[in-house]
């Protein structure tokens, strides 16, 4: 363990990114009753606290499938424009609260289609939420389409054309969620080719409740450039030492991993085992609300239960930046900022006073073509 174990506090003055956060699982808990009120949405209970055990809130669920069936529960409010721009709002009002500067959030806009709402509007009521937190707080955040491994391999198409539509206008990215087991993403690739053909980004979820098989396919059939989770590599030495010398980041969730039951605690979660190695890892919340966290909280866990020194930290941090869906000349210019402001977090837990230029920072735009002037030294 570091001989400085640094407080949670600590770690919410750190610039920050979440590049694996669901809208649905990152929700208030008290946004989904105002909003079953409003829509007269039946609960489990209307009552804070029976709700949140109700939907496991921050419980250990044993799998993924029980983990997922919280989604239920937040699905059935969010079903309109004014639900899905509210919830985006807040999502980024709260990120911005732990000095999260840029987020990348994911959400299957075919799952909010049951009272009659099109696909567009579904996209465009997030960006707008999105767009007005930009606004309000500071913000930069993009969105990533999914598809559903369980549900079928041309809804998934259908969410990969919306990309292909909506690319250059929020949404950087197309990636594969839901239950892992037995629903091989192999099944999806042609969602995959057409996103790939019209040079859009993707990332999978594999290796949390499948082995690295999984995350094989995901690379190697679909094409993924990013893996989400990928707890289950450390199985496979030849394909992690693939990951690692070909720079795939992972979107590493720590406290998820155990809610899901795909690593037994945290003090064993491999994430550790990966940075050590020299892959590139990044650390996420998953879900804020279902599994009760924030980004600061996990970087606070990765110090406090896995022993991770303030350098560590602040490489997994670095990592997050590196590893966005952003255009190269944005990130580089971001990396620049994020490496200066971190240069003022000490392991002795003391902080230097911001500079006045890291005091109020400017959105960059994250659209291509525009230029942000900065010399490019920083390395991508």
Not at 135 to 140: C, D, K, S, T, W
Not at 300 to 323: E, Q
Request: charged share 25%; aromatic share 6%.
């Amino acid at each position: 363990m570091s001989h400085e174990t640094l407080p949670l506090e600590f770690f919410q003055q750190l610039p920050k990114s979440d590049l694996h956060v669901h809208l649905d699982g990152s929700m208030r808990l008290s946004t989904i009753l105002d909003l079953a009120a409003e829509q007269g949405v039946e609960l489990p209970s209307r009552d804070p606290e029976e709700l949140r055990k109700a939907m496991n809130l921050g419980q250990n669920c044993g799998s993924l499938v029980e983990y997922l069936k919280a989604f239920d529960v937040t699905l059935k409010v969010l079903q309109t424009e004014e639900a899905l721009h509210r919830v985006a709002y807040e999502l980024a009002e709260d990120a911005s609260r732990e000095k999260v500067r840029y987020m990348e959030v994911r959400y299957a806009p075919m799952l909010h289609t049951r009272r009659g709402l099109r696909l567009t509007s579904v996209v465009e009521a997030v960006l707008g939420g999105l767009r007005a937190g930009r606004e309000a707080f500071g913000i930069e955040a993009n969105l990533i389409l999914c598809g559903i491994r369980n549900i079928s391999p041309d809804s998934s198409l259908e969410m990969a054309e919306l990309c292909v539509a909506y690319k250059g206008r929020g949404v950087v990215a197309f990636d594969l969620a839901g239950a892992e087991y037995d629903h091989p993403a192999k099944h999806h690739r042609a969602a995959f080719q057409l996103v790939r053909d019209n040079n859009i980004n993707c990332t999978i979820h594999a290796g949390e409740a499948y082995g690295p098989e999984s995350i094989a396919q995901a690379l190697h059939v679909c094409g993924a450039h990013r893996i989400g989770h990928g707890c289950r590599l450390r199985e496979d030495g030849d394909l992690l030492h693939y990951v690692n010398d070909h720079r795939i980041p992972l979107e590493v969730c720590p406290s998820s991993n155990v809610q899901t039951g795909a690593v037994k605690d945290l003090a064993r979660h491999p994430l550790k085992l990966y940075l050590d190695l020299g892959l590139r890892v990044t650390v996420n919340t998953d879900n804020r609300l279902v599994t009760d966290t924030t980004v600061s909280r996990e970087l606070w866990l990765c110090h406090l239960k896995m022993g991770m020194p303030l350098d560590d930290v602040k490489t997994i941090v670095m990592a997050g930046f590196k590893s966005t869906f952003l255009p190269f000349h944005v990130k580089q210019s971001m990396l620049r900022e994020v490496n200066a402001d971190l240069a003022r977090f000490h392991a002795d837990g003391t902080i230097d006073p911001a500079p006045l230029a890291l005091q109020t920072p400017k959105p960059v735009s994250s659209t291509r073509g525009t230029a942000v002037s900065a010399k490019p030294h920083a390395e991508a």
